[in-house]
């Protein structure tokens, strides 16, 4: 099976700006979560999609949100960039609601 | 919510030796752990994972134990070779709960 697929890879964007990430997970996992990794804060939990409902959500501003589609396929997007948002984001795709397997993610630089 | 702490935070062990990383966690109602190794560029890769319901698992150089009582679960790799250097994380959840990361061993094995 192929592993979760995440695009684009690298993103240099500009303060004030928005993006949009992408998130293919396994065949037949239907859940998805998304992660920000930096050096200083860890890995922190953004939010997590399952057939596509929010289902659980972590402690980040509005300007990040998500969606699933019906191929469970996922975006995050984040609105009115900030330098601090310059992360590198994971998904991960999990078929039950624990062992989760992650992408490679995309780092995302904001200048 | 869950609360992981993670230590140490690096560790440099001699090529052969063992490591031991140890974690705990706060909420008494987790249930799932897995064990997750990051290489640089790469997203974290699931290594083992343990259930509470088992105090000890094993696969070739790398266990687990769990010790539900205390709270804390602790990773350990035997005969360590300089392709086990990377990031590792814990990680603890409970049912329908996002998962909580450590916040990462840095393992130098040195040849």
């Known amino acids: 099976k192929a592993g979760v697929t995440q695009t684009p890879r690298y993103l240099i964007k500009t303060r004030g700006q928005q993006v949009t990430l992408s998130c293919s997970p396994i065949s037949g996992h239907r859940s998805v979560s998304w992660y920000q990794q930096t050096p200083g804060q860890g890995l922190q939990f953004l939010f997590e999609?399952?057939?596509?409902?929010?289902?659980n959500k972590g402690n980040f501003p509005g300007r990040f949100s998500g969606r699933q589609f019906s191929n469970s396929r996922s975006e995050m997007n984040v609105s009115t960039l900030e330098l601090g948002d310059s992360a590198l984001y994971l998904c991960?795709?999990?078929?039950?609601?624990?062992?989760?397997?992650f992408g490679p993610g995309t780092r995302l630089l904001v200048l | 919510g869950e609360n992981v702490e993670q230590h140490p935070s690096t560790l440099s062990v001699q090529e052969g030796d063992s490591a031991v990383i140890k974690c705990t966690y706060s909420?008494?109602?987790?249930?799932?752990f897995p064990w997750y190794k990051q290489e640089l560029g790469k997203g974290p890769q699931l290594i083992i994972d343990i259930r509470s319901n088992v105090g000890e698992k094993k696969d070739q150089r790398i266990a687990v134990t769990l010790n539900k009582t205390a709270k804390h679960f602790s990773l350990h790799i035997t005969e360590t070779q300089p392709e086990d250097s990377a990031v590792y994380f814990c990680?603890?959840?409970?049912?329908?709960?996002?998962?909580?990361f450590g916040a990462g061993t840095r393992l130098t094995v040195k040849p």
């Open positions: 999609y399952f057939s596509e409902t929010q289902r």
């Open positions: 909420d008494s109602a987790s249930n799932y």
């Open positions: 991960a795709s999990s078929f039950s609601q624990e062992t989760q397997y």
């Open positions: 990680a603890a959840s409970s049912n329908n709960n996002d998962m909580r």
